[in-house]
Nanobody, 123 residues
Framework: QVQLVESGGGLVQPGGSLRLSCAAS????????LGWYRQAPGKVRELVAS???????KIADSVEGRFTISRDSAKTTVVLQMNSLKPEDTAVYYC?????????????????WGQGTQVTVSL
């Protein structure tokens, strides 16, 4: 099992910055990637940024150049630094872990989600 605990988020004015942190615990050896998704009201959940065990980073075009993702050396905490925030960045942000588990019948991947944290960009 993997547990994810998120922190950060809140209300910020346009152009401001916020930092989201996600700490993973439990079977961390099974985690292949950590990242952040977001879901705005009435919209589907979308990837914001992710980083794999090997350090490969994927980041959404809509936040490229404004958001960065990083992790600690133990690869158990991932941080999303959000700069130059826009009203359209308003959403619930969810930490995500992709787990890989080997079974006798093969390998399966599972998504683990945090509880979500609200980010609101408004005057």
């Amino acid at each position: 099992q993997v547990q994810l605990v998120e922190s950060g988020g809140g209300l910020v004015q346009p152009g401001g910055s916020l930092r989201l942190s996600c700490a993973a615990s439990g079977s961390i050896f099974s985690i292949d990637a950590l990242g952040w998704y977001r879901q705005a009201p009435g919209k589907v959940r979308e990837l914001v940024a992710s980083i794999t065990r090997g350090g490969r980073i994927k980041i959404a075009d809509s936040v490229e150049g404004r958001f960065t993702i990083s992790r600690d050396s133990a690869k158990t905490t991932v941080v999303l630094q959000m700069n130059s925030l826009k009203p359209e960045d308003t959403a619930v942000y969810y930490c995500n872990a992709v787990r890989t588990v080997a079974w006798p019948s093969g390998i399966s991947s599972y998504d683990v989600w945090g509880q979500g944290t609200q980010v609101t960009v408004s005057l």
